[in-house]
């Protein structure tokens, strides 16, 4: 099962709005709604931001949000924060029942 | 509070055995999934294994099957990772994480994680 494709780094200003992509297979992002984002910050053990596509864990703010099209799901944050600096993940549910992670994207606000 | 607390890392040789154990508390641990979940140095996560509540369903990630075997007794509340035929490539910190209920995969609480080094 190979890694989903993530951009290795995107970057944006303190207010606008970053979007990172994820692009699987029709066995994995593109076959079930069960895409998940997981904010990871240097040292720190990943946190959920969102799962099945586009909802939001109790606690996390309405600032991130999910969609997904074909094979390709996306996370975007809006209104940046300095706060939103981190590693991001993308993770799917497969068609082998397994869970496979993206290669991961660092945001940096700039 | 749900803990995850894992043990069992540290230095062994390339083709050697490790066994990793997690003990969880603050939840009804025999009604949750749960994974093992590891990050090489520097690098990204990758899924290693999963196991349901009742140890009816075990899945494997390609990269450790036959080699790695999950278990879980739910009497002490613990999972347990046995490695064998270590390479270098499994170096990583090994997290242990609990799947949220009725989901398929979402990680609602990970453990701090243990190191495993694989290396002569």
């Known amino acids: 099962q190979s890694a989903l494709t993530q951009p290795a780094s995107v970057s944006g200003s303190p207010g606008q709005s970053i979007t990172i992509s994820c692009t699987g297979t029709s066995s994995d992002v593109g076959g079930y709604n069960y895409v998940s984002w997981y904010q990871q910050h240097p040292g720190k053990v990943p946190k959920v931001v969102i799962f099945?596509?586009?909802n939001r864990p109790s606690g996390v703010s309405n600032r991130f949000s999910g969609s997904k099209s074909g094979n390709t799901a996306s996370l975007t944050i809006s209104g940046l924060q300095a706060e939103d600096e981190a590693d991001y993940y993308c993770a799917s549910y497969t068609s082998s029942s397994t869970l496979v992670f993206g290669t991961g994207t660092k945001v940096t606000v700039l | 509070e749900v803990q995850l607390l894992e043990s069992g890392g540290g230095l062994v040789q390339p083709g050697g055995s490790l066994r990793l154990s997690c003990v969880a508390s603050g939840f009804i641990f025999s009604t949750y999934a749960i994974s093992w979940v590891r990050q090489a140095p520097g690098k990204g996560l990758e899924w290693v294994s999963a196991?349901?509540?009742?140890?009816?369903?075990?899945y494997y990630g390609d990269s450790v099957k036959g080699r790695f075997t999950i278990s879980r007794d739910n009497s002490k509340n613990t999972l347990y990772l046995q490695m064998s035929s270590l390479r270098a490539e499994d170096t990583a910190v090994y997290y242990c994480?609990?799947?949220?209920?009725?989901?398929?995969?979402?990680?609602?609480?990970w453990g701090q994680g243990t190191l495993v080094t694989v290396s002569s």
């Open positions: 994480a609990k799947v949220r209920g009725g989901s398929y995969y979402v990680i609602d609480y």
């Open positions: 099945d596509v586009s």
């Open positions: 196991i349901s509540g009742s140890s009816a369903s075990i």
